[in-house]
């Protein structure tokens, strides 16, 4: 009997009329489709749509830059193995080509939701989890532009029964520590004395602990749970200094820039860090974030998705860690653009109990529809010495 494999790896470039300058993931989206055996997979990479591209089909400069595309199309696709292998074979066949994990993510991702659908089971069952246990979303949006916009989203976040809320980016850090304080204070007193609190500094102080330290009393007095990305992710030294300077006030968070699974080990290892944020469209898909859902076990921390894009994106970035039962908060962007929306039928919504579950259904348990997203669809071609590369592929 003749192997299933993959049949054929199409990408999608979708996106809104108008980019803003702002740090929304969910303006454009880079969207997978794998063919195996019959059978179709969705998953969605979290980068920029055309560099990720030019990685699934730019010509080989080297033995260790092969396009991506190259070690995917053709692969036997019939157990969990099978995914790990192509995931090891296109790290080792275009290592020298940055932008391959990216690509890889939206393959990998939607590798397991082929592989799911060809054997009728949920992807989270094949990563290896016996049950899917519900997660505590909180609303993830940006700081408004001024504290009071901030308490005004924040009052807004609780009016819609959220326990939990992070507010990153926007102007935070970029002036004064006091200004900082006054966006904390402005946000605990939205969400009122009870909400969880979470604060995404974006890496605005890249790797400067001194400036990072001043915020530590302001989260302290406002009981914000964890500072995310006061860093960049390689700034492992900064990370574990701030982290021993914060030790019992405020745990840090880190990890949505890893791009496979030892950048996050060594942010665990390294840089003191108390959560870490996975981002299975950008560290290699389901099958590094899972190896890092695993880590983190073993070491104490707590591991959290990191996802501020589609509905799929949500979906893919719970997966990995879907059968861990105290780790329970997760990432719930509700700020996302109308191209985020168009890409899938079903939403992860809130139940009853404000808990949010993944399907049962086999794969991701979602259905893309073509036709939702085809009025973002952005046509492209790439040329290389006359030889047509890539096209938007019908949709």
């Known amino acids: ?158 009016a819609k029964d959220f326990r939990a809320a992070k507010f990153g980016w926007g102007p935070f850090g970029t002036k004064d520590a006091q200004y900082d304080a006054d966006h904390l204070v402005a946000a605990r007193e939205g969400l009122g004395p009870d909400g969880i609190l979470l604060v995404d500094a974006g890496t605005i102080w890249v790797d400067d602990v001194e400036r990072a330290a001043k915020c530590i009393p302001a989260l302290e007095k406002t009981r914000a749970t964890w500072l995310e990305e006061p860093f960049i992710s390689s700034a492992l030294g900064s990370y574990g200094e701030l982290a021993k300077a914060a030790a ?31 981002d299975a469209g950008r560290i290699g898909g389901l099958t590094d974030a899972k190896r890092v859902a695993d880590y983190a076990q073993a070491r104490g921390v707590t591991f959290v998705n990191h996802s501020f894009q589609s509905q799929l994106a949500l979906n893919g970035s719970i997966q990995p860690f879907a059968g861990i039962e105290k780790d329970e908060i997760c990432e719930y962007p509700i700020e996302a653009r109308d191209v985020a929306y168009a890409i899938t039928v079903e939403r ?21 529809d073509t036709a939702r997203f085809r009025p973002y669809l952005v046509d492209v071609e790439i040329k290389v010495g006359g030889k047509l590369l890539y096209r938007t592929p019908p949709a």
């Open 1 to 158: 009997m003749a192997r299933t494999t993959v049949e054929s790896v199409d990408f999608f470039y979708l996106a809104m009329p108008r980019i803003e300058d702002v740090g929304d993931g969910s303006q454009d989206a880079c969207v997978v489709r794998v063919v195996a055996g019959g059978k179709v997979g969705w998953g969605e990479c979290e980068a920029s749509p055309l560099p990720s591209i030019a990685g699934l089909v730019a010509p080989m400069s080297h033995s260790a830059c092969h396009p991506v595309m190259a070690s995917v199309v053709g692969e036997p696709l019939e157990t969990p193995d099978d995914i790990r292998r192509i995931a090891a074979k296109v790290r080792a066949r275009s290592a020298d080509m940055l932008q391959s994990s990216h690509t890889l993510s939206g393959i990998d991702m939607a590798l397991w939701d082929v592989l799911g659908r060809l054997r009728d089971e949920p992807a989270w069952k094949l990563l290896g989890w016996k049950k899917s246990y519900p997660k505590l979303p909180y609303a993830s949006v940006l700081f408004g532009d001024t504290p009071q916009q901030t308490l005004e989203k924040a009052r807004a976040i609780r």
């Open 248 to 278: 019992g006030r405020v745990r840090l968070a880190g990890g949505e820039g890893a791009h496979d699974w030892q950048v996050a080990r060594n942010m665990i290892d390294y840089g003191g860090i108390g959560f870490v944020q996975v």
């Open 348 to 368: 992860l919504d809130r139940g009853p109990d404000g808990m949010v579950r993944l399907p049962e259904k086999p794969g991701l348990g979602m259905t893309v």
